[in-house]
C-alpha cells in the first residue's frame, strides 16, 4: 500500500467515526479555506523556506540559516491540543 492509499483509508476511518453534523461542518470549512486563497500563498515542494529564528527547548534562540549551514533542517508543525 502507497501513502496516498494509507492516507485515504486512514481518512475514510477517522471519516466514519465522526458525527454528520461535525463532518459535514468539516468539510465545509475546508472547502472555505480552498477557495480563500491561502494554497496559493503557502510554499510548494522545493520552494525555500525564509530564514527565521526561535527558541529550542532550552529556551536558546536558535537560527534556521544556522542549522541549515551544517544540516539538513526538518521542519514538524504541532497545532497541539484540540
Do not use: C
Not at 529564528?53 to 497541539?80: C, I, K, M, T
Request: net charge positive; hydrophobic share 45%; glycine share 4%.
Amino acid at each position: 500500500m502507497n501513502l496516498q492509499e494509507k492516507l485515504d483509508a486512514f481518512k475514510a476511518n477517522f471519516e466514519s467515526s465522526v458525527p454528520p453534523k461535525a463532518l459535514q461542518v468539516m468539510h465545509r470549512v475546508t472547502e472555505d479555506l480552498r477557495h480563500s486563497g491561502i494554497l496559493q500563498q503557502a510554499l510548494q515542494v522545493g520552494d525555500l523556506a525564509p530564514d527565521f529564528a526561535l527558541e529550542n527547548a532550552a529556551g536558546r534562540r536558535v537560527r534556521s540559516a544556522a542549522l541549515r549551514a551544517d544540516h539538513w533542517l526538518v521542519l514538524s508543525f504541532y497545532r497541539g491540543r484540540w
